[in-house]
T-cell receptor, first 113, second 113 residues
């Protein structure tokens, strides 16, 4: 079945360093991938997305890399700040799935001041 | 533009009871999706409604149901509550196109005792 999993449950990073959060997915039909950030007491917040016809996409301080060969997705956060502390989820959907999104288990990012 | 709102924010119910949660999407959005978030299972897709029709459904028992009104507001109902239904229930709205960004509400925290 479909599954999206994360390699690490918790990641601690020094403020100012770069963070890399990894994610594996299993559905070869997935063509759209999203990273969400969830802060305590809030719903997930969209960070960045990427479609399967791309292998890299950059936003403000964030970059998503997609490796379809090994079904791997990563989120890079440059110059990590205390405000980046949150749980990060990767998620995927596929053609015909419309808004049916499968989420990974989440990685907690802790930024050390 | 107002965000997604969910009511109530917190709810305590007893086993066997039923509960109805409400979600008001962002103005103009026609798609509303519901998710259950628990520490053990993470974020799991319940169902999606688009223009008052259920368009996608996750793998939850029939005790979980929903509907959408002509103004796109949505409700989800859980009947015969079980302890395992304790969770954060999140709704997300979007325009409804495949791969379109979803905007999440803050969630309803349901506790079943």
């Amino acid at each position: 079945g479909e599954s999206v999993g994360l390699h690490l449950p918790t990641l601690s990073v020094q403020e100012g360093d770069n963070s890399i959060i990894n994610c594996a997915y299993s559905n070869s039909a997935s063509d759209y991938f999203i990273w969400y950030k969830q802060e305590s007491g809030k719903g997930p917040q969209f960070i960045i997305d990427i479609r399967s016809n791309m292998d890299k996409r950059q936003g403000q301080r964030v970059t998503v890399l997609l490796n379809k060969t090994v079904k791997h997705l990563s989120l890079q956060i440059a110059a990590t700040q205390p405000g980046d502390s949150a749980v990060y989820f990767c998620a995927e959907s596929h053609p015909g799935g419309y808004q049916k999104v499968t989420f990974g288990t989440g990685t907690k990012l802790q930024v050390i001041p | 533009k107002a965000g997604v709102t969910q009511t109530p924010r917190y709810l305590i119910k007893t086993r066997g009871q039923q509960v109805t949660l409400s979600c008001s999407p962002i103005s103009g959005h026609r798609s509303v999706s519901w998710y259950q978030q628990t520490p053990g299972q993470g974020l799991q897709f319940l169902f999606e409604y688009f223009s008052e029709t259920q368009r996608n459904k996750g793998n939850f028992p029939g005790r979980f149901s929903g509907r959408q009104f002509s103004n796109s507001r949505s409700e989800m109902n859980v009947s015969t509550l079980e302890l395992g239904d304790s969770a954060l229930y999140l709704c997300a709205s979007s325009g409804g196109l495949a791969g379109e960004e979803q905007y999440f509400g803050p969630g309803t925290r349901l506790t079943v005792t």
